[in-house]
């Protein structure tokens, strides 16, 4: 399994990125592809996923209304397109696949819908994403 991520890079507050999770090796149909973040000095934390089959996002409420994901089925990619990012956006970004789905608490920010959430196993190597203010 491999997830390879990009599009990270320095950019002025206010401004967009773009960063991509490329997939191999895995059969797609069976995960949820997510997004997570580790500012320095902090623990990760989650961003959003998709869940393949269905394409059911789910993007957390601190960046609710600036970042969406999405998926290109054709070339096994997953996108997290982020606007209007500030100075607390800058962290590594990472992204990952799961296929277990576990309970978690209804309407927690991992909940992907009816009190599930999924455990990533597999994860890619990061992308750097700095906001200046």
């Known amino acids: 399994v491999q997830l390879q991520a990009s599009g990270g890079g320095l950019v002025q507050a206010g401004g967009s990125l773009r960063l991509s999770c490329a997939a191999s090796g895995l059969t797609l149909m069976y995960y949820a592809l997510g997004w997570f973040r580790q500012a320095p000095g902090k623990e990760r934390e989650f961003v959003g996923a998709i869940i393949w089959s269905g394409g059911r996002t789910k993007i957390v409420d601190s960046v609710k209304g600036r970042f969406t994901i999405s998926r290109d089925n054709a070339q096994n990619m997953v996108f997290l397109q982020m606007s209007n990012l500030k100075p607390e956006d800058t962290a590594v970004y990472y992204c990952?696949?799961?296929?277990?789905?576990?309970?978690?608490?209804?309407?927690?920010?991992?909940?992907?819908?009816?009190?599930?959430?999924?455990?990533?196993?597999?994860w890619g190597q990061g992308t750097q994403v700095t906001v200046s203010s």
């Open positions: 990952a696949a799961g296929d277990r789905a576990v309970q978690t608490t209804y309407g927690s920010d991992d909940d992907m819908g009816n009190g599930f959430r999924y455990e990533y196993d597999h």
